[in-house]
């Protein structure tokens, strides 16, 4: 009997790991493309002569006549991607307790009408965001990538339920103490919130990186641009170097996955709450 669940175990193994590798063999297969030799990119499953020509050419700014920008599109995307992050995590934060610990009138309302906004594409409203942008004199800035998304609504309807399953008792000692709701908020409730804001902000940070829509609509100069739009880019004229492609897309998740890795053990925690 021990041998038949010994064996069943093994089998349960080799599974899981059959649908990891297959999961994981493009993000392989991408970064062996971007060491590969350009003779061999996408001609061969595994590559057999490696360079870092795909790097050194995407770093110098691409072809001689038309330099590219790449080096300063990853850091307007690490400004944009981290300010709009810390706006979205603060706005929820405020309203999610205000909804969770706050009574006050049309409160469930307000909830309701959050709730009824997270059904609708975040694209219809792409073109009056865009000219309110354009009509502030924002266009082509880094505040005209920011503020547009410094606000989610699924942000907000996660902190609101977390809030609303912390004690009340925490809240009112802390109100007999003297303390303020900003105080509560920020000493008392966040600071045992650490595994659903890590949650939050992985899949927050994840989701601005990769953002390509607006920062494409909203951007005009080299300067201003960011990595997915120059990325984009290469499809076009760039679209004759696949081993630089694949070394910008090795670039383009490699601040995801070490942000991931840094806070894997609280984003495990968090999960375990939003699957409850």
């Given at each position: 009997?021990?041998?038949?669940?010994?064996?069943?175990?093994?089998?349960?193994?080799?599974?899981?790991?059959?649908?990891?590798?297959?999961?994981?063999?493009?993000?392989?297969?991408?970064?062996?493309?971007?060491?590969?030799?350009?003779?061999?990119?996408?001609?061969?499953?595994?590559?057999?002569?490696?360079?870092?020509?795909?790097?050194?050419?995407?770093?110098?700014?691409?072809?001689?006549?038309?330099?590219?920008?790449?080096?300063?599109?990853?850091?307007?995307?690490?400004?944009?991607?981290?300010?709009?992050?810390?706006?979205?995590?603060?706005?929820?934060?405020?309203?999610?307790?205000?909804?969770?610990?706050?009574?006050?009138?049309?409160?469930?309302?307000?909830?309701?009408?959050?709730?009824?906004?997270?059904?609708?594409?975040?694209?219809?409203?792409?073109?009056?965001?865009?000219?309110?942008?354009?009509?502030?004199?924002?266009?082509?800035?880094?505040?005209?990538?920011?503020?547009?998304?410094?606000?989610?609504?699924?942000?907000?309807?996660?902190?609101?339920?977390?809030?609303?399953?912390?004690?009340?008792?925490?809240?009112?000692?802390?109100?007999?103490?003297?303390?303020?709701?900003?105080?509560i908020m920020f000493k008392i409730v966040l600071p045992m919130s650490k595994s659903i804001t890590t949650v939050i902000f992985l899949f927050l940070f994840m989701e601005r990186w990769t953002e390509l829509l607006w920062d494409?609509?909203?951007?005009?100069?080299?300067?201003?641009?960011?990595?997915?739009?120059?990325?984009?880019?290469?499809?076009?004229?760039?679209?004759?170097?696949?081993?630089?492609?694949?070394?910008?897309?090795?670039?383009?998740?490699?601040?995801?996955?070490?942000?991931?890795?840094?806070?894997?053990?609280?984003?495990?925690?968090?999960?375990?709450?939003?699957?409850?």
């Open positions: 009997m021990a041998g038949t669940k010994k064996k069943g175990l093994w089998f349960r193994y080799l599974i899981a790991v059959a649908f990891l590798l297959v999961m994981i063999f493009p993000y392989i297969y991408m970064v062996l493309n971007s060491f590969a030799d350009w003779d061999q990119v996408d001609r061969k499953l595994i590559p057999t002569h490696y360079t870092l020509k795909s790097y050194q050419w995407l770093l110098g700014g691409g072809e001689a006549v038309i330099p590219r920008p790449w080096i300063h599109a990853f850091f307007n995307s690490f400004i944009v991607s981290a300010g709009s992050t810390f706006l979205m995590m603060v706005t929820a934060v405020m309203v999610a307790y205000a909804l969770a610990k706050i009574p006050f009138k049309g409160r469930n309302t307000i909830n309701n009408i959050i709730l009824f906004q997270m059904f609708f594409p975040a694209i219809i409203l792409l073109i009056p965001t865009f000219l309110v942008i354009q009509k502030v004199g924002m266009y082509d800035s880094y505040w005209g990538m920011i503020l547009p998304k410094a606000l989610s609504l699924w942000a907000i309807f996660m902190y609101t339920n977390f809030f609303k399953a912390i004690p009340e008792t925490f809240i009112e000692a802390a109100k007999l103490d003297g303390a303020s709701n900003l105080q494409m609509i909203v951007t005009k100069s080299d300067n201003m641009l960011t990595l997915n739009v120059l990325l984009s880019q290469m499809f076009g004229p760039y679209g004759g170097y696949p081993g630089p492609m694949y070394a910008a897309s090795v670039l383009l998740t490699m601040p995801i996955i070490l942000i991931f890795l840094a806070f894997a053990k609280k984003f495990q925690e968090g999960m375990q709450f939003t699957l409850k």
